[in-house]
């Protein structure tokens, strides 16, 4: 009898490419499988009467990415989602997993505008826009001259807006940029010491029922280990930090060796002025191991980060 996945996503062009992307993986593992691609509209996708509230201000942060994509996964209606993973809150209802992930993407932030090369060439009170209030944060750190604000919509519909004239310049992913085939928009890439990445940034995400064994099983090829072990280390610090769209947190891990993974962790106030960082290395061989040093650095940083900075 032939297998049938039905795939849950978003409708944005570049969550479709993320699908299938995912879809096209699984056919090659797969050949038989039969797959159907369900867009589900969800509350975290833009539209021009939402205006230009920036994600963090809304509620369900994070989540509003996900939430109608999860209801339809409980319900059965879908056998998995696949996600920006960067986008999906730190803790996933009960029954539901990131079973598995997609080989990372480049992970870095970028710079783009039609006026000006580069971050530091923006004079004084440039306007840049973005969506990410960690963005905002690592902006204002750097250039605290800068007007930062709130741009919505997908990649093409931001940078539209840019073209336009409603802001100066963006700051984007570049893993999204490379997928649409826009990586010529970008002027810039920060390197990951100044402008740390957001936790999981770069990687594509499918979500499954815990107990879904046959979904599990024709989607378990598709595993990338080394990727996995990276995004569960950033993930769990998250998780001590209870980080959301509303903290700006930055959880970008590294492998040093065969055996050692190097993490570090950031988290910055909304205007850039106070950084609490740290960072780890150890052995990293399991994801048990991942998940360990991630908590080590979250536990030891929400011991300094003033509690008001992590629930604002």
């Given at each position: 009898m032939t297998q049938t996945?039905?795939?849950?996503?978003?409708?944005?062009?570049?969550?479709?490419?993320?699908?299938?992307?995912?879809?096209?993986a699984l056919r090659r593992v797969k050949p038989d499988l039969q797959i159907e691609i369900k867009e589900i509209l969800t509350s975290g996708d833009w539209k021009p009467e939402h205006g230009e509230t920036r994600l963090a201000e809304a509620a369900g942060g994070k989540g509003l990415f996900a939430k109608e994509i999860e209801r339809a996964l409980i319900d059965g209606e879908i056998d998995c989602g696949v996600h920006s993973l960067k986008d999906m809150p730190s803790f996933l209802p009960p029954g539901l997993e990131i079973s598995h992930v997609l080989p990372r993407e480049d992970p870095?932030?970028?710079?783009?505008?039609?006026?000006y090369g580069s971050l530091a060439a923006m004079p004084a009170g440039a306007i840049v826009g973005t969506s990410a209030l960690r963005r905002q944060a690592f902006v204002l750190n750097s250039r605290p001259d800068l007007k930062v604000v709130p741009l919505r919509g997908n990649?093409?519909?931001?940078?539209?807006?840019?073209?336009?004239?409603?802001?100066?310049?963006?700051?984007?992913?570049?893993?999204?940029?490379?997928?649409?085939?826009?990586?010529?928009?970008?002027?810039?890439?920060?390197?990951?010491?100044?402008?740390?990445?957001?936790?999981?940034?770069?990687?594509?995400?499918i979500e499954v029922r815990s107990d879904d064994m046959v979904t599990k099983s024709a989607v378990g090829l598709l595993d990338h280990l080394e990727t996995h072990l990276l995004v569960l280390c950033?993930?769990?610090?998250?998780?001590?930090?209870?980080?959301?769209?509303?903290?700006?947190?930055?959880?970008?891990?590294?492998?040093?060796?065969?055996?050692?993974m190097h993490l570090r962790v950031?988290?910055?106030?909304?205007?850039?002025r106070d950084v609490y960082a740290d960072d780890i290395e150890g052995t990293v061989q399991t994801k048990e191991e991942a998940e360990r040093l991630g908590q080590i650095v979250g536990l030891r940083l929400k011991a300094r980060v003033p509690p008001g900075l992590l629930t604002e």
């Open positions: 996945i039905r795939i849950g996503t978003r409708g944005s062009k570049l969550a479709l490419v993320q699908t299938h992307m995912v879809a096209d870095r932030d970028v710079f783009l505008s039609d006026r990649v093409p519909t931001r940078i539209e807006k840019m073209k336009a004239g409603q802001v100066d310049a963006l700051i984007l992913a570049s893993a999204g940029l490379t997928r649409l085939g826009l990586s010529s928009e970008i002027k810039e890439y920060f390197p990951t010491d100044k402008f740390l990445p957001g936790a999981a940034q770069g990687v594509i995400g950033e993930r769990a610090a998250l998780q001590m930090l209870d980080g959301s769209c509303r903290t700006p947190v930055g959880a970008y891990a590294v492998r040093k060796s065969d055996q050692k950031s988290v910055i106030s909304p205007d850039g």
